[in-house]
C-alpha cells in the first residue's frame, strides 16, 4: 500500500547531527514533490522542509535554513533531511509528507501521505 | 508569512452535537490552498480537505469545509466518537507552508 516510513531519530547532543530517512513504496516517488514537518511534544505542527521530485529545487524554515538539508535518492525511493548544529529546541517528531497532486488550475496540493514519524531528543 | 490562527482552542461537545471550527488567516489564502487535517494521539496527521471545500479519499460526508479569503470553517455535522481529536488548518499556497495551532474537540 502507499506508505512512508521514517527511520533515524534518537537522541543527541546540542551541536552534534543527525541523519533522518523516509522510505516510500506502493507509488511513483519520482512524481513527488515531499516534505519534512515536525511536531515538539504536546506542540502543533511546524513545516521544515520541502524538496521537488526532481530534487533540484529546496526550501527551509527560517528555524532550520543553514543548519538542515533536506534530499532524495529516487532510485531508492527515500527521502532524507541531515541535520547538524542541532539545538534543544529541534526536539521534536520528525515526519515526512507527500504532496499530493493538484487536479485542474493549481499548482500545489496538501499533504496527502504522512509517515508515522520519528523522535528526535535533542539533550545534554 | 501567512499566519493561521484557530478557534476556539477546545471544543467540548457530545456525541451527535455539530463541530464548528474556525481558522482565520493573517492574509487572503486562495481557497485553492486550504486544508484540514486531523490527528488522534500517537498518530499523524490525516488529510480531511483540501482546497477548502473538497473531501479527500475516504473522508466520510459528515465533515464539510467552506469559506475564502481569510476565513475559513471546519464542519462536523454529527460527532462520531472517533472523531474526538485535535484538528489543524494548513495553506499550502505560498512558502513558508504553515499550519493554524489547532483545536482540540473533546468528549463533553
Known amino acids: 500500500q502507499v506508505q512512508l516510513v521514517e527511520s533515524g531519530g534518537g537522541v543527541v547532543q546540542p551541536g552534534r547531527s543527525l541523519r533522518l530517512s523516509c522510505a516510500a513504496s506502493g507509488f511513483t516517488f519520482s512524481s513527488f514533490t515531499t516534505h519534512w514537518v515536525r511536531q515538539a511534544p504536546g506542540m502543533g505542527l511546524e513545516w521544515v522542509a520541502v524538496v521537488s521530485s526532481d530534487g533540484t529545487t529546496k526550501n527551509y524554515a527560517d528555524s532550520v535554513k543553514g543548519r538542515f538539508t533536506v534530499s532524495r535518492d529516487n532510485s531508492k525511493k527515500t527521502l532524507y533531511l541531515q541535520m547538524n548544529s542541532l539545538r534543544v529546541e529541534d526536539t521534536a517528531v520528525y515526519y515526512c509528507?507527500?504532496?499530493?497532486?493538484?487536479?485542474?488550475?493549481?499548482?500545489?496540493?496538501?499533504?496527502?501521505?504522512w509517515g508515522q514519524g520519528t523522535m528526535v531528543t535533542v539533550s545534554s | 508569512e501567512i499566519v493561521l490562527t484557530q478557534s476556539p482552542g477546545t471544543l467540548s461537545l457530545s456525541p451527535g452535537e455539530r463541530a464548528t471550527l474556525s481558522c482565520r488567516a493573517s492574509?487572503?489564502?486562495?481557497?485553492?490552498?486550504l486544508a484540514w487535517y486531523q490527528q488522534k494521539p500517537g498518530q499523524a496527521p490525516r488529510l480531511l480537505i483540501y482546497g477548502a471545500s473538497s473531501r479527500a479519499a475516504g473522508i466520510p460526508d459528515r465533515f464539510s469545509g467552506s469559506g475564502s479569503g481569510t476565513d475559513f470553517t471546519l464542519t462536523i455535522s454529527r460527532l462520531e466518537p472517533e472523531d474526538f481529536a485535535v484538528y489543524y488548518c494548513q495553506q499550502y499556497g505560498s512558502s513558508p507552508w504553515t499550519f493554524g495551532q489547532g483545536t482540540k474537540v473533546e468528549i463533553k
Open positions: 509528507a507527500r504532496e499530493g497532486v493538484c487536479g485542474g488550475d493549481c499548482y500545489a496540493g496538501p499533504f496527502d501521505i
Open positions: 492574509q487572503s489564502v486562495s481557497s485553492s490552498y
